[in-house]
């Protein structure tokens, strides 16, 4: 990185932090700072969910896991629509009416303390870890990229984010959130014209695409009923959908975001943008991935994308295995590059014979490159088993590095940071809510001012900023980061989700049904996952981690429903004949 870069990546961070504070000085009470005066237009409302939801991770893992699998993620995000219809429906209205600060504040209405204490600390649970994970992700990566001491990245990144975040507030986080999407979106387009202009001269976009289509990259829709596989058309649309509602509906992080809109109309337009948007943002960020793939066809890569893996290798007793694999991987690289010529050719002048010999070809050679990959994981897993070597967090930043000119290395790091920002932002707003006044006020004895509880939400924030930056410093790598999050959310989002559908649709089911069917769920839903899932570290699962979603919302409607009836059956009075 040169002087360039540094001062694009400072200034761009600084002045984040800095409007955040000044715009959103001295909240006078506790509708100030949690729902920033309910003054939120449609628009902020769309950019702040969206940057909630797009940490970090989306922006390094996304890319990658693209590169390795292909379009396929995309599906993921499915349901998404669908469950903001639902919410902008059923959920806001019945926020808006009962003029909630937390989504959880609702529950104690329709069912008991509690019930609605529960779902607070799953929540605390769940958006804890995840915090601290949204930190944790850019700062192993760049360190291990960069050589930076990885707690002290985690330190800088975590202390930027609770001095705007402790000092306005929600109102802080979403103004601060659309400088932040505007940042990661222009940086993100100038990236994907920078790559299609290092492809050879005769490879249009087109044709880049049909490059990618013959490896097998832009298969998006699978509409196999293999519950295994992670990610297919049904299980984008059930448990996608399920986790879109859960996080969307009952998520503070996310609530907190449209609770500031001015009037349900603007929530419900912020929600539809977002709705309208959020599938083709990640579908565009995939495609970036796929085409830093079409550029490494005709340019030399690494084995592995993870530098700390190759030093590890190259350091140990394995290297000269490692070194002939790499030897091997060049010559396989020269293959590669006329293979793709030779395609591209047969494109040219429309010949399908020598089209289908061509893919053929590149079908057999990169093969050859997921064996050659797979030895080089085993050979470096051999040296240190503590060393990561899945890379696909790596992928994206190993181009950005290596191949973007000066200045814009600045500004793809300031994009990766930045969305690492608003995300952890929006979830330590959420957790210093949530803990304020789900669980402190609630069990406050004694009238307190309006001050006590701005103060009080400032200090729970502050709490939880050290916690995500502690759960950081101590966290470990796992598989992909995107997938890891969405892992943790699968697990306790369904159960949450189903007890506001009880809330919403089922009036006779009461609270201690529901309570100890969400306490029995969460149980059943961390063996299912520790059995189904959790063993298969490789990713072929017996079960796809979206279908949480659904069995969690499924199961504590279905158990709460029984403990229902049978609290009716034994509290009915015996007759005699």
Same mark, same amino acid.
């Given at each position: 990185?040169?002087?360039?870069? #540094?001062?694009?990546?400072?200034?761009?961070?600084?002045?984040? =932090?800095?409007?955040?504070? #000044?715009?959103?000085?001295?909240?006078?009470?506790?509708?100030?700072?949690?729902?920033?005066?309910?003054?939120?237009?449609?628009?902020?409302?769309?950019?702040?969910?969206?940057?909630?939801?797009?940490?970090?991770?989306?922006?390094?893992?996304?890319?990658?896991?693209?590169?390795?699998?292909?379009?396929?993620?995309?599906?993921?995000?499915? /349901?998404?629509?669908?469950?903001?219809?639902?919410?902008?429906?059923?959920?806001?209205?019945?926020?808006?009416?009962?003029?909630?600060?937390?989504?959880?504040?609702?529950?104690?209405?329709?069912?008991?303390?509690?019930?609605?204490?529960?779902?607070?600390?799953?929540?605390?649970?769940?958006?804890?870890?995840?915090?601290?994970?949204?930190?944790?992700?850019?700062?192993?990566?760049?360190?291990?990229?960069?050589?930076?001491?990885?707690?002290?990245?985690?330190?800088?990144?975590?202390?930027?984010?609770?001095?705007?975040?402790?000092?306005?507030?929600?109102?802080?986080?979403?103004?601060?959130?659309?400088?932040?999407?505007?940042?990661? !979106?222009?940086?993100?387009?100038?990236?994907?014209?920078?790559?299609?202009?290092?492809?050879?001269?005769?490879?249009?976009?087109?044709?880049?695409?049909?490059?990618?289509?013959?490896?097998?990259?832009?298969?998006?829709?699978?509409?196999?009923?293999?519950?295994?596989?992670?990610?297919?058309?049904?299980?984008?649309?059930?448990?996608?959908?399920?986790?879109?509602?859960?996080?969307?509906?009952?998520?503070?992080?996310?609530?907190?975001?449209?609770?500031? /809109?001015?009037?349900?109309?603007?929530?419900?337009? /912020?929600?539809?943008?977002?709705?309208?948007?959020?599938?083709?943002?990640?579908?565009?960020?995939?495609?970036? /991935?796929?085409? =830093?793939?079409?550029?490494?066809?005709?340019?030399?890569?690494?084995?592995?994308?993870?530098?700390?893996?190759?030093?590890?290798?190259?350091?140990?007793?394995?290297?000269?295995?490692?070194?002939?694999?790499?030897?091997?991987?060049?010559?396989?690289?020269?293959?590669?590059?006329?293979?793709?010529?030779?395609?591209?050719?047969?494109?040219?002048?429309?010949?399908?014979?020598?089209?289908?010999?061509?893919?053929?070809?590149?079908?057999?050679?990169?093969?050859?490159?997921?064996?050659?990959?797979?030895?080089?994981?085993?050979?470096?897993?051999?040296?240190?088993?503590?060393?990561?070597?899945?890379?696909?967090?790596?992928?994206?930043?190993?181009?950005?590095?290596?191949?973007?000119?000066?200045?814009?290395?600045?500004?793809?790091?300031?994009?990766?940071?930045?969305?690492? !920002?608003?995300?952890?932002?929006?979830?330590?707003?959420?957790?210093?809510?949530?803990?304020?006044?789900?669980?402190?006020?609630?069990?406050?004895?004694?009238?307190?001012?309006?001050?006590?509880?701005?103060?009080?939400?400032?200090?729970?924030?502050?709490?939880?900023?050290?916690?995500?930056?502690?759960?950081?410093?101590?966290?470990?790598?796992?598989?992909?980061?995107?997938?890891?999050?969405?892992?943790?959310?699968?697990?306790?989002?369904?159960?949450?989700?189903?007890?506001?559908?009880?809330?919403?649709?089922?009036?006779?089911?009461?609270?201690?049904? =529901?309570?100890?069917?969400?306490?029995?769920?969460?149980? *059943?839903?961390?063996?299912?996952?520790?059995?189904?899932?959790?063993?298969?570290?490789?990713?072929?699962?017996?079960?796809?981690?979206?279908?949480?979603?659904?069995?969690?919302?499924?199961?504590?409607?279905? *158990?709460?429903?029984?403990?229902?009836?049978?609290?009716?059956?034994?509290?009915?009075?015996?007759?005699?004949?």
């Amino acid at each position: 990185m040169g002087v360039l870069d #540094w001062t694009i990546l400072c200034s761009t961070l600084l002045f984040i =932090v800095a409007y955040g504070v #000044w715009k959103t000085r001295g909240s006078k009470n506790v509708n100030d700072y949690v729902k920033g005066g309910s003054q939120a237009q449609w628009w902020t409302i769309g950019l702040s969910v969206m940057a909630t939801q797009a940490s970090a991770i989306t922006f390094l893992s996304t890319p990658g896991q693209a590169f390795h699998d292909g379009m396929g993620f995309v599906q993921f995000y499915f /349901g998404l629509p669908l469950a903001m219809i639902i919410i902008c429906l059923v959920f806001i209205p019945l926020y808006h009416r009962m003029k909630v600060y937390t989504a959880y504040e609702f529950l104690e209405g329709r069912f008991d303390l509690k019930t609605r204490s529960l779902a607070a600390i799953l929540f605390l649970i769940q958006r804890g870890l995840a915090a601290g994970i949204t930190i944790f992700a850019p700062s192993i990566i760049l360190s291990a990229v960069l050589g930076w001491d990885l707690r002290t990245l985690n330190i800088i990144l975590g202390t930027l984010v609770i001095i705007y975040t402790v000092s306005g507030g929600t109102k802080a986080v979403s103004v601060t959130q659309k400088q932040q999407m505007f940042i990661i !979106m222009t940086g993100m387009f100038i990236t994907f014209f920078f790559i299609l202009g290092y492809l050879p001269s005769d490879i249009t976009f087109s044709k880049a695409l049909k490059i990618a289509g013959a490896s097998d990259k832009l298969n998006i829709l699978d509409f196999s009923f293999n519950t295994s596989s992670r990610y297919t058309f049904w299980s984008g649309m059930t448990g996608g959908l399920f986790l879109a509602l859960a996080y969307f509906g009952t998520d503070q992080s996310q609530v907190q975001r449209y609770l500031s /809109g001015k009037s349900i109309r603007e929530s419900q337009l /912020g929600l539809v943008f977002n709705g309208m948007l959020k599938i083709p943002m990640q579908f565009f960020i995939l495609l970036v /991935g796929v085409m =830093v793939f079409v550029f490494y066809q005709y340019n030399p890569s690494p084995l592995n994308f993870n530098p700390s893996a190759t030093n590890t290798v190259m350091n140990s007793e394995y290297a000269e295995d490692y070194t002939l694999l790499q030897e091997g991987q060049i010559e396989l690289e020269a293959e590669k590059r006329i293979a793709q010529n030779d395609f591209s050719a047969a494109l040219e002048i429309k010949e399908y014979a020598a089209v289908a010999e061509a893919k053929n070809k590149i079908i057999r050679i990169n093969e050859k490159d997921r064996v050659n990959r797979e030895a080089a994981k085993a050979l470096i897993e051999q040296a240190d088993a503590s060393v990561e070597t899945n890379d696909k967090d790596y992928v994206f930043i190993h181009f950005i590095l290596n191949n973007l000119p000066k200045g814009l290395v600045g500004l793809l790091l300031a994009v990766i940071l930045s969305a690492a !920002m608003s995300s952890t932002a929006s979830e330590l707003n959420a957790l210093g809510t949530i803990t304020a006044l789900d669980l402190y006020k609630r069990s406050k004895k004694g009238k307190m001012t309006e001050k006590h509880y701005v103060m009080a939400s400032k200090g729970f924030t502050l709490i939880w900023g050290i916690i995500a930056i502690l759960i950081a410093c101590i966290a470990n790598l796992f598989d992909n980061l995107i997938q890891l999050v969405n892992i943790i959310g699968s697990i306790f989002y369904g159960n949450v989700l189903g007890i506001f559908l009880l809330a919403f649709f089922f009036k006779f089911v009461k609270g201690n049904a =529901v309570f100890f069917a969400a306490v029995l769920t969460q149980i *059943i839903v961390c063996i299912i996952y520790y059995y189904l899932i959790h063993i298969y570290p490789s990713g072929e699962e017996k079960l796809g981690y979206l279908w949480l979603n659904f069995i969690g919302a499924a199961l504590v409607i279905v *158990i709460a429903f029984i403990f229902e009836l049978f609290d009716k059956m034994l509290s009915r009075p015996l007759t005699s004949n």
